[in-house]
């Protein structure tokens, strides 16, 4: 970033400051590893891993919808990376195509991915004591139903719903979407994503209120995905 208006640059520097400090907390093999954050007079810079690959959506933009073997050990190593970030007790709040980074080294099966952009990440203590934290929406396609709206709440449930939103994603090419221009469901993600899940994974019948699997992408989709 560099210094210009109408940037306020006092609290930018605390924003990256801030995002370092939880980048070294949560170091984790399928997290971004942190590498040191530069500040000068007029730019501050975090210095990351390099991912090879790009992120995830550049993946679907080269490639076209995934395999699913590839998009189970994908996913897989993001939910390692959420698990482990929840066990710290900090939500990640933004898990979307754009920030799951491919990094060059393979797995034993699909691309070796890594959970970035800490930015928007607070402990769920935090989000009584900042206005900024606590009125962030998540990303449209990816934001659980409850946090999308116009006053979100925040918990650790939201997360794993970002998880299913990348996880439809990456088979089908297409942003989550729902059939008939129906809404997800405004109840408890824990309990939509669940039903999300479900009906990705026995890729049920498209009906208002759930996801939209009628896409010519998720005809290869198999029953066991």
Same mark, same amino acid.
């Given at each position: 970033?560099?210094? +210009?208006? $109408?940037? @306020? ?29 530069? %500040?000068?007079? @007029? ?14 959506? %550049? ?16 996913? &897989? ?10 066990? =710290? ?6 898990? +979307? ?7 060059? &080294?393979?797995? $034993?099966?699909?691309?070796?991915? +890594? =959970?970035?952009?800490? &930015? ?46 990348? /996880?439809?994603?990456? =088979? ?12 997800? $469901? ?7 994503? /669940?039903? =999300? ?10 009906? *208002?209120? *759930? $996801? ?14």
């Amino acid at each position: 970033a560099r210094r +210009k208006p $109408p940037l @306020d640059w006092r609290l930018l520097t605390r924003t990256f400051e801030r995002e370092a400090a939880l980048l070294q907390r949560c170091a984790h093999p399928s997290v971004v590893e942190f590498c040191g954050l530069y %500040q000068g007079a @007029d730019e501050l810079a975090l210095v990351l891993e390099l991912a090879e690959g790009g992120d995830c959506q %550049q993946l679907l933009q080269r490639h076209g919808p995934l395999a699913e073997r590839a998009v189970h050990a994908m996913v &897989g190593q993001v939910c390692d990376a959420t698990l482990h970030v929840h066990s =710290l007790g900090i939500l990640h709040r933004d898990i +979307k195509c754009e920030n799951v980074l491919v990094s060059a &080294g393979a797995a $034993p099966v699909g691309p070796r991915v +890594k =959970l970035c952009d800490f &930015g928007h990440s607070c402990a769920l203590g935090e989000l009584g004591s900042s206005r900024r934290l606590a009125s962030f929406r998540g990303t449209v396609g990816y934001a659980a139903p409850e946090v999308s709206c116009s006053s979100p709440a925040w918990s650790y449930a939201a997360d794993p719903w970002g998880v299913g939103a990348l /996880l439809y994603t990456l =088979l089908g090419n297409t942003a989550l979407r729902w059939a008939d221009g129906g809404a997800a $469901p405004l109840e408890s993600s824990r309990r939509s994503l /669940l039903l =999300l899940l479900l009906l990705l994974l026995n890729r049920a019948s498209s009906a *208002a209120g *759930a $996801p939209d699997f009628s896409t010519r992408n998720f005809l290869r989709v198999s029953t066991a995905a």
